[in-house]
């Protein structure tokens, strides 16, 4: 039986429930068959996650859409996404290079087979750009994996909302896939990583770029400058000494 939570969680990331939508506890008790108490931590939960707000008169709202909120939570997934890729890439089999060439193949072919069609992003690549980038962390801790499944399922949801940019992955951009698996594939896994870290912050900047003209993510760009530096192999002195 699927939890109240996720039940909810799943109505607002669809939009189904969409912003400023208010909650009435009484209501959704009796709409959803449970109890106050499940109710009351699964709006809990749902308001540490940032989807709804606390309101008067035991009320919640839907959150909208709020571009520092946009801004730190992609920087987030920016810095967890590298460190699982750091991880994960010198573990890759010949077979996970193979299946990641492939999935980049297969969005290929969807970006030919829609040049000249109206702008927008086929549901199917979506998908497969979903599997790409998490076979790139496929072999790091569970618990990272987690976490950046949560971290990307709160910046999509501002993507598939209404105020999508029309030019969000657009075709573009997914030469840039391609580059990015020629690294791996060549064991250049540094560059790889630093690479998709400027791919995806492409993404987040060009969507703020028309979501919210006169904001500044200086959370992205400094999460992106963490990435691109260049590592020091030296320790420094206190570290040595206390190792």
């Known amino acids: 039986m699927v939890s109240a939570h996720a039940y909810l969680k799943d109505l607002i990331y669809s939009n189904a429930l969409p912003a400023g939508t208010v ?6 008790a009796s709409a959803l068959g449970v109890s106050r108490t499940p109710l009351r931590e ?10 709804i707000r606390a309101e008067a008169n035991r009320r919640c709202r839907v959150a909208g859409f709020r571009p520092e909120d946009l801004d730190a939570q992609y920087a987030s997934r920016l ?33 030919d087979d829609r040049l000249g069609q109206s702008p927008g992003v086929s549901p199917d690549w979506i998908e497969l750009h979903r599997e790409f980038h998490a076979k790139l962390i496929s072999k790091c ?21 209404a105020v999508r940019p029309s030019n969000f992955g657009s075709s573009a951009r997914h030469g840039e896939h ?9 064991g250049a896994f540094d560059v790889a990583v630093v690479a998709n870290a400027q791919h995806r912050t492409r993404t987040a900047i060009t969507f703020l770029a028309e979501a919210a003209i006169d904001f500044e993510p200086v959370a992205i760009r400094a999460a992106l400058k963490l990435i691109s530096a260049e590592p020091d192999a030296r320790p420094s002195a206190s570290l040595s000494e206390a190792a």
């Open 42 to 51: 699964a709006l809990r939960m749902l308001q540490e996650e940032g989807l």
């Open 141 to 161: 801790p569970e618990t990272l994996i987690e976490q950046y499944r949560q971290m990307t399922e709160r910046c999509e949801r501002y993507f598939t909302a």
């Open 23 to 28: 909650l009435s506890q009484v209501e959704l």
């Open 178 to 186: 391609r580059k990015l698996f020629e690294s791996i594939r060549s």
């Open 79 to 111: 810095l967890i996404e590298a460190l699982g890729m750091r991880i994960s890439l010198p573990q890759l089999r010949e077979a996970d290079v193979k299946e990641i060439g492939d999935l980049v193949s297969a969005m290929e072919t969807i970006e």
